[in-house]
Structure formats: C-alpha cells, structure tokens
C-alpha cells in the first residue's frame, strides 16, 4: 500500500492537533500559583479602604477648618470687625477675637456635621470636637488664649480611624 504525499500530511496535521488540545496539568498549576501570588499582594491594599477613607475625611475637614479659619481671620482684619458677625460668601460666621467661634467653624467650612460620627461643643461653645471612627479633630476658639487651636489625633497604631 502507498501512500501518497498529500494524505500523510493531511493525516500528520490531524494527528498532532488531536495531540495539543488544552494544557498540561503544570501549565495549570503554575497559572493557579501566579493567580494565588497576585491575589496575595493586591488584597491588603484593597482590605482596610474603609479606615482610609475615614481617615480622608478627617484630613480633609481639619484642612477646611484650617484654610477657613485663616480666611475668616483676614476679612475680620479688613472688615475692623474682632467680635461680631461677618458675612462670608453670603454665610453668616460668629467670630471672637477675630476667629471662628467654635459653634461657626464647622458652617463657615462648608462641613456637613452628619458626614461624622460626634459632633460635640462644650464650654459654651469653645471648643468643638468631631470625630469619625477612632479619629478626632479638637477646635479650641480664641477665646482660649488670643487664638485657636487645632488638634488632629490619628489612631497611631495603624494610621487610620477604624473602630
């Protein structure tokens, strides 16, 4: 019997494809590895964005208050206005000894108090405490010592605000 050319190609061709039809079991095992590595690495990143964004929130609100107090300072210098009201953008802010008072800081910054956990004034309104998780800012007014304070406390075993 002959064969011809043509046929054995045919029949070669045919042959090694039934041959190659999927992966190795190692090629399997070695893609589950690369898998379960990568997992690894990318899941603490993506595990404590909670406490990250609490953590933000509370950055950024101590930066509002900041920024807000310095603005609030410099109308009440151009304004002649040390204990009074000012109007700032068509908000009405308490000020002593030229600064935000404690009640005002948080309206004059344009924060939503219901974004955090507490909201708490003591002292007749001196000093305003605000926290979220585990993080707290502390406003102490200028009636205080001639100007205000700001404290921020970061949990700082892992630098976030989880409870």
Request: proline residues 2%; aromatic residues 8%.
């Amino acid at each position: 019997m002959t064969i011809r050319p043509q046929k054995f190609r045919q029949f070669h061709n045919v042959h090694k494809f039934e041959l190659q039809q999927g992966f190795t079991l190692i090629e399997l095992v070695m893609i589950i590895v690369i898998l379960g590595v990568m997992t690894a690495i990318a899941l603490p990143k993506f595990s404590n964005l909670g406490g990250n964004a609490k953590l933000s929130a509370i950055k950024g609100a101590l930066g509002a208050m900041k920024s807000t107090n310095t603005i609030v300072h410099s109308k009440s210098l151009t304004s002649g206005i040390d204990t009074g009201t000012i109007t700032l953008e068509g908000t009405a802010i308490n000020v002593a000894g030229g600064y935000p008072t404690a009640d005002a800081i948080l309206a004059a910054s344009g924060i939503d108090s219901a974004d955090f956990d507490r909201v708490l004034l003591f002292l007749g309104n001196r000093i305003l405490l605000v926290w979220k998780g585990r993080c707290l800012i502390a406003y102490l007014d200028s009636r205080f010592n001639g100007r205000p304070l700001f404290f921020g406390v970061i949990n700082a075993v892992n630098n976030s605000c989880d409870l």
